[in-house]
């Protein structure tokens, strides 16, 4: 049997080559390579395709988060408040921006903001939440947006797994002040190289974020603000606008493969992934508990099929976050849920045979 990759990227591209070799040649030949036609091209297009006023491009996700947060004006002695249970970057863009990351827990179903924890945590000095749409489930947003208007805080979502998620069917990313978006390659939408977006319905803002991200300059050399070098590539975004046609598409086909995962493993053992009545996900992971993580790894090597765990260790347990001053138990449901999680394969073009393999190696394990 050939191995089963967790994601196999170099499908897509030999799918896309042709059109796709030819778009970075174009780019390549034209000479624009910092916020050229392609780059401009691109921020339309995917302002259309999320239902945003305005996009603009930056140099990743980890970049969109922090400008973002700056562009809503948290700074130094501001809190934010975002969930134990993410991919690390989403807090690190808080400390980034000069603010204090308040880690909370997550739900046990959904695996986003527990909304009760969230309350618990506001302070005077909460400026913003970050909620993230994890694993391209959206995150409960209408009491979020509630606590919000209540307090004044800024709402930065990070939609890095979530392109093209619906919430009440209205796309994500498009709910708080900002949406902060990641092209990293393995994502829904990827670059072959580092990319992000930022997008937004404010004029103002958006304003705010194309000077932040070029050095503080709308003019050339005349600084308005101390800005930051963080832009898309226009290579990177050619590429991005040949596969944004194709992005619908393949999240219909994540969320075959996802239906079929959940159908082949009703009646295992295994924890699925639940879906909220609001929520169409967008199956950026297909995430799984396990009571035997170590066990069922191994049932999966041995049949040559790749595994991911998202995430081993939750980000206050990290040495890098130590100074938050939280332990073990600090954080309950995430640290129970962590050593139990387990991502199976999932990417647009996984067949429906791999699928079928994948769940047979769960089912008898
Ligand atoms: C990938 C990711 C990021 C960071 O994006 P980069 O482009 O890698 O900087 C932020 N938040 C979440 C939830 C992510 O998955």
Not at 198 to 212: H, K, M
Request: charged content about 20%; some cysteine.
């Amino acid at each position: 049997m050939p191995p089963i990759q967790f994601v196999d990227l170099k499908r897509q591209y030999r799918n896309l080559q042709p059109e796709m070799d030819a778009a970075v040649l174009r780019a390549l030949g034209r000479g624009d390579y910092i916020l050229g036609e392609d780059t401009r091209e691109f921020e339309k297009e995917y302002a259309q395709f999320i239902g945003a006023a305005h996009c603009l491009g930056v140099g990743d996700g980890t970049d969109a988060l922090h400008l973002a947060l700056l562009a809503a004006g948290v700074g130094a002695g501001d809190e934010v408040i975002v969930q134990a249970n993410t991919y690390i970057a989403s807090v690190l863009a808080i400390s980034l921006a000069g603010a204090t990351p308040v880690l909370v827990d997550c739900d046990p179903e959904t695996y986003n903001l527990d909304l009760a924890a969230v309350e618990r945590a506001l302070t005077p000095r909460t400026k913003a939440l970050l909620p993230v749409h994890l694993y391209g489930q959206p995150a409960d947003l209408d009491p979020l947006l509630a606590i919000a208007r209540d307090r004044k805080l800024a709402v930065i979502e990070d939609v890095a797994q979530a392109h093209g998620a619906k919430y009440k069917g209205r796309t994500v990313g498009t709910f708080g002040d900002v949406g902060c978006f990641s092209f990293y390659p393995g994502k829904n939408l990827g670059a072959y190289g580092d990319g992000g977006a930022v997008v937004t319905n404010s004029p103002a803002l958006a304003e705010r974020l194309s000077l932040l991200r070029n050095y503080g300059q709308k003019v050339k050399y005349v600084h308005l603000v101390r800005g930051f070098n963080s832009r898309l590539d226009t290579v990177q975004a050619a590429i991005l606008r040949v596969k944004l046609p194709h992005l619908a598409r393949w999240n219909e086909q994540r969320r075959a493969a996802a239906a079929l995962y959940t159908e082949l493993l009703a009646g295992t053992r295994l924890v699925l992934p639940k879906v909220a009545p609001w929520a169409e996900p967008v199956w950026h992971l297909y995430v799984v508990q396990t009571d035997d993580r170590a066990g069922l790894q191994a049932a999966l090597d041995a049949e040559g099929i790749q595994h991911g765990i998202h995430y081993p260790v939750p980000v206050h347990l990290q040495e890098a976050y130590r100074d938050l001053g939280h332990r073990e138990g600090s954080f309950p449901v995430t640290e129970a849920m962590a050593p139990r999680l387990l991502s199976l394969p999932m990417f647009p073009e996984i067949t429906e045979e791999e699928v079928r393999r994948v769940a047979a190696v769960c089912a008898a394990f």
